[in-house]
């Protein structure tokens, strides 16, 4: 999960991801603060965490305190924030959860929908919207990889059938 800051969906960048079986999921431009569980759940928390141990060196020390002690209090702020926490709940409340259904009510309000966002492939159209203007080739290529999944789907009676959107290029 990543912005769509242009070196993350950089062709070379989603065909290595793609080598390697990743899904990327991209979050839509302005649509960062809102959604990225790092700027939602992780910074501020770590922020406050880093702080409170920093804080603690310091009385225990009375003053300034070493770099050695600083990264203690680095490392302990991490193990704390970030290492020891269930994200469920995170990935949740921002919607990335089957079918949505406990996304918190700022991310409801944000995005103004309430229905349910299908667990089917996206259109072209809706992948473009997470892709800044102008870069046609990478969402394409993010594109592609929903379509290759699905442009062969093997029923009970062994009949491959091709996506609906599949372009031609792909069918």
């Known amino acids: ?3 769509s800051l242009p070196l993350h969906i950089a062709p070379s960048c989603l065909a290595i991801m793609a080598s390697r079986n990743i899904w990327p999921l991209v979050i839509p431009p ?15 928390s770590f922020k406050q965490e880093l702080r409170n141990q920093y ?4 009385g225990q020390r009375r003053g300034d305190i070493s770099m050695i002690s ?13 290492v020891n926490r269930d994200w469920r709940r995170a990935f949740d409340d921002n919607g990335f959860a ?4 406990n996304m918190s009510q700022h991310v409801l309000r944000a995005v103004q929908f309430d229905a349910h966002v ?9 992948v473009e919207k997470c892709c800044p203007r102008k870069s046609g080739i990478a969402s394409k290529m993010l594109w592609k990889r929903f ?7 093997i029923t009970s009676s062994r009949v491959a059938t091709v996506s609906a959107h599949a372009p031609p290029e792909v069918r």
């Open 1 to 3: 999960m990543f912005d």
């Open 118 to 126: 299908p667990s089917c492939a996206p259109t072209l159209e809706d």
């Open 70 to 82: 600083f990264l203690q209090c680095l490392r302990d702020a991490v193990d704390l924030a970030l």
């Open 98 to 101: 089957p079918n949505q259904a």
């Open 147 to 153: 379509v290759l999944r699905e442009r062969v789907t």
């Open 55 to 58: 804080d603690s060196m310091r």
């Open 30 to 44: 302005k649509a960062t603060p809102l959604l990225q569980v790092l700027d939602t759940h992780a910074f501020s």
